[in-house]
């Protein structure tokens, strides 16, 4: 479903695109609620009504979906999602190419990784980073449970290095 590059201490997962008639329409949804935001404003002025508290409820309401269908359909074009591993701590963070979502950082003293799968059946599941305080980072593109066992192995021995050259110094 998903692919992966890890190099220099950067892991990049991206997750794949949804055919080309999906991301199209979110790319049409996304175009008309930007016109009906702009024109709950504009027509008003433009007719001589004057504004009211309504069309600039409109505008908030029709802005706030046209950011998050923006979002969505940058996700499915060309999001990614990033690992950063350095010395003394583990750096999560999504990526909407004009837009990042909220970076999470976790320590690195007692961390392990995991797979989360939301159906047991499924041949698929996400990486789950977790904690000793129980703080967890799920990331939410999709990999087989093959690839996912693979990457968990080249993490663990990234951790295990770091580890002992922490230990060392």
Known sequence: MGKYTYEDNVLTIWDKQPNIFARIVLYFL????????????????????????????????????????????????????????TNNELKYSAHYYLFKGNSKIIELDD???????EYPDDNFGALKIIDISNNSIETASKLDIETLNELIVILNTRLNLLNKKSNSV
């Open 30 to 85: 996304t175009a008309v609620f930007f016109i009906i935001a702009i024109c709950t404003i504009l027509f008003p002025l433009f007719s001589g009504m004057g504004l009211h508290i309504g069309n600039i409820l409109g505008l908030g309401f029709f802005g706030y979906l046209t950011y998050i269908l923006l979002k969505m359909s940058l996700w499915n074009t060309k999001g990614k999602e990033t690992i950063v591993i």
């Open 111 to 117: 961390i392990f990784f995991d797979i989360y799968k």
